[in-house]
């Protein structure tokens, strides 16, 4: 088992930067990707960012936050993070950090309790 504990959600104003971390603790050799989804209210959780665990590599970002979010992983910690610069209102949601073996990450093994993350306008 693997254990997934978000932090950093908040209210910020549009245009703000916020960072989210991600503790993993357990089984962490069972982890292959980490990645970020959120769930805006009333719509389905979309996938946000995905990083290779192992070697730190970013290696997928939405459309909708490129060139503003950036995910980065420290193995020394089993924290991941999703640095998000120039909010925007469209980017309020509960965050969920989730742990795959797919890169894809279309079958999450283990997920987060989730962070609000409030932008206002």
């Known amino acids: 088992q693997v254990q997934l504990v978000e932090s950093g959600g908040e209210l910020v104003q549009a245009g703000g930067s916020l960072r989210l971390s991600c503790a993993a603790s357990?089984?962490?050799?069972?982890?292959?990707?980490m990645g970020w989804f959120r769930q805006a209210p009333g719509k389905e959780r979309t996938l946000v960012a995905v990083?290779?665990?192992?070697?730190?590599?970013?290696?997928y970002y939405a459309d909708s936050v490129k060139g503003r979010f950036t995910i980065s992983v420290d193995n020394a910690k089993n924290t991941v993070y999703l640095q998000m610069n120039s909010l925007k209102s469209e980017d309020t949601g509960v965050y969920y950090c989730?742990?795959?073996?797919?890169?894809?990450?279309?079958?999450?093994?283990?997920w987060g309790q989730g962070t609000q993350v409030t932008v206002s306008s």
């Open positions: 989730a742990a795959a073996r797919s890169r894809t990450m279309t079958s999450v093994d283990y």
């Open positions: 357990g089984r962490t050799f069972n982890i292959n990707y």
């Open positions: 990083a290779d665990y192992w070697s730190a590599r970013s290696i």
